[in-house]
């Protein structure tokens, strides 16, 4: 079953590598990281994607919770949650490819942030699902290049990590 963890932690060097060697220590493997700081810039958000039985998800927050740099551990999977990506992708656009090209940006709410001769760069946002979508709706010759951010996470009404 798929996961998300958000994890609060100190905002300093090697925190991120910590986490990271916690899981491939144990042979899990991280479908998707994202880290920033927060509001406070002593501690980050680090959002990570992952799968496992319910047994193997408490296993790795039991082992998150011991590590020093870890202020707090949720599993936004446990309840209502909002959870969103951010895709740039890099497409050719050439002649009359230019204008189906657009219309899909437009069905998928997607914004073209850049424009040349030759390509157009759209910005996607919303579910992994969503972003999935558009690139099999979009004529696989014409992307050029995909860059995707993973996974953000936040838990709804009254739901929140902070210290």
Same mark, same amino acid.
Request: hydrophobic letters at 45%; a negative charge.
């Given at each position: 079953?798929?996961?998300?963890?958000s994890?609060? $932690?100190e %905002? +300093?060097?090697?925190a991120?590598?910590?986490?990271?060697?916690?899981?491939?220590?144990?042979?899990? %493997?991280?479908?998707?990281?994202?880290?920033?700081?927060t509001?406070?810039?002593?501690?980050?958000?680090l959002?990570?994607?992952?799968?496992?039985?319910?047994?193997?998800i #408490?296993? !790795?927050?039991?082992?998150? %919770?011991?590590?020093?740099?870890?202020?707090?551990?949720?599993? $936004?999977? #446990?309840?209502?949650?909002? +959870?969103?990506?951010?895709?740039?992708?890099?497409?050719r656009?050439?002649?009359?490819?230019? +204008? #189906? !090209?657009?219309?899909?940006?437009?069905?998928?709410?997607?914004?073209? !942030?850049?424009?040349?001769?030759?390509?157009?760069? !759209? #910005?996607?946002?919303?579910? *992994?699902?969503?972003?999935?979508?558009?690139?099999?709706?979009?004529?696989?010759?014409?992307?050029?290049?995909?860059?995707r951010? *993973?996974?953000? *996470?936040?838990?709804? *009404?009254?739901?929140?990590?902070?210290?």
């Amino acid at each position: 079953m798929r996961h998300i963890i958000s994890i609060l $932690l100190e %905002n +300093e060097a090697g925190a991120l590598s910590r986490v990271a060697g916690l899981f491939s220590a144990r042979g899990y %493997n991280i479908e998707t990281l994202t880290v920033a700081p927060t509001e406070d810039l002593s501690l980050s958000r680090l959002t990570i994607v992952t799968s496992g039985s319910d047994e193997v998800i #408490e296993q !790795i927050t039991k082992q998150l %919770n011991k590590l020093i740099d870890v202020i707090k551990v949720v599993d $936004l999977s #446990e309840a209502a949650h909002i +959870e969103r990506e951010l895709m740039l992708i890099k497409v050719r656009a050439l002649g009359k490819d230019r +204008e #189906e !090209i657009k219309r899909l940006a437009d069905i998928f709410r997607g914004r073209i !942030i850049d424009v040349t001769e030759s390509t157009y760069v !759209i #910005e996607l946002t919303g579910s *992994g699902s969503k972003l999935d979508a558009f690139i099999q709706a979009i004529d696989t010759d014409w992307i050029l290049e995909t860059v995707r951010t *993973g996974v953000s *996470g936040i838990g709804r *009404g009254d739901r929140i990590l902070k210290v």
